[in-house]
């Protein structure tokens, strides 16, 4: 019980586990991104696996909104982890364990492997993308022009900025002028329910062909009809292109939702990279080795919207030594 030792005696996940009638055998701490969120696998005393987590003060809203987006999803038959015990004013909660691996943990199965996994995305994607706004309107701020090109100004300013990678005064200027007018046209767009994080790292394979659990749903909010769809394409484990295709043909029916799709993953591309690039300056640079290829896409997304003509030449020379590494 090590793993624990940091806790104050009055906040004792051991306390509450046993309040609840769980006894613990064995706790290990898991490793997360940046997030101060604390997660624990925990072998309980029937030999079950099961995660703790751990909410400090300042997050224990994320606690009371994981509740109301876990009844959300199992209710439109989106497999997220069951809810074993909660108190989200200790913060603390404990949940049911899916596994230890998420698609991108297995990033080296091969596409074979993985395939069957982003095709069931799909559905899955479109199950969320089903639940009424009224559902989840007062739980999260909506990716609405403001939030969408706030997640610009960061990568701007800690990562393309820094790295003179905006170009001269002119290039900068429409640079950002595309990115801005980009996230306008997405706040235009029909507004759907998003997951906001529907990418690989938050998708666990589950037994039975096929099957996934999906994770890290607290965040559930309004946004851009294609927003997941391109989260889940270009975010972290890029499929190959004939599957890209393939997905895409399924969910996308004529050339105005091809654009709004690009425009979504441009955006995705682009915030990701300062996300990425956060992480690292809080201490956990591994994804740094990931902001090369979502570079790429970022450009090859930015080929095909209009508010991107003309730009994407001078980009390619400017940040070719990015993309080298």
């Known amino acids: 019980m090590d793993s624990f030792a940091a806790f104050p005696e009055s906040a004792s996940p051991t306390a509450w586990l046993a309040s609840m009638g769980y006894e613990v055998l064995e706790a290990t701490s898991l490793a997360g991104d940046v997030s101060p969120r604390r997660y624990f696998r925990l072998v309980l005393g029937d030999g079950r696996s099961a995660i703790l987590a751990y909410y400090p003060a300042e997050l224990r809203d994320a606690c009371d909104r994981f509740v109301v987006t876990t009844k959300l999803l199992h209710d439109t038959r989106v497999r997220v982890p069951a809810i074993l015990g909660a108190s989200c004013k200790e913060g603390f909660m404990l949940l049911e364990d899916l596994g230890k691996s998420t698609l991108y943990d297995r990033r080296d199965d091969g596409w074979a492997s993985l395939s069957p996994y982003f095709e069931e995305s799909i559905a899955v994607w479109q199950r969320i993308r089903s639940l009424p706004l009224e559902s989840i309107r007062d739980l999260n701020p909506a990716l609405d022009r403001d939030l969408l090109l706030a997640e610009l100004q960061q990568t701007w300013e800690i990562y393309l900025t820094p790295r003179q990678l905006t ?156 993309l080298a590494t």
């Open 167 to 322: 170009g001269d005064s002119s290039l900068s200027r429409a640079l950002w002028q595309a990115l801005a007018e980009v996230c306008e046209q997405l706040s235009k767009e029909p507004q759907v329910v998003c997951h906001r994080d529907f990418m690989a790292r938050n998708l666990v394979p589950l037994a039975g062909a096929g099957r996934l659990g999906v994770l890290d749903h607290q965040d559930l909010r309004q946004g851009p009809s294609f927003y997941d769809l391109a989260s889940l394409l270009n975010d972290s484990l890029f499929p190959p292109p004939e599957l890209e295709s393939a997905l895409l043909a399924r969910c996308i029916s004529n050339d105005s939702e091809m654009l709004s799709y690009h425009r979504a993953a441009l955006q995705r591309t682009v915030k990701v990279v300062g996300t990425f690039e956060a992480f690292a300056k809080r201490g956990n640079p591994r994804r740094l080795r990931l902001i090369p290829p979502t570079l790429s896409k970022a450009l090859y997304h930015l080929e095909r919207v209009p508010e991107g003509q003309g730009l994407a030449p001078s980009l390619h020379e400017l940040w070719r030594p990015v």
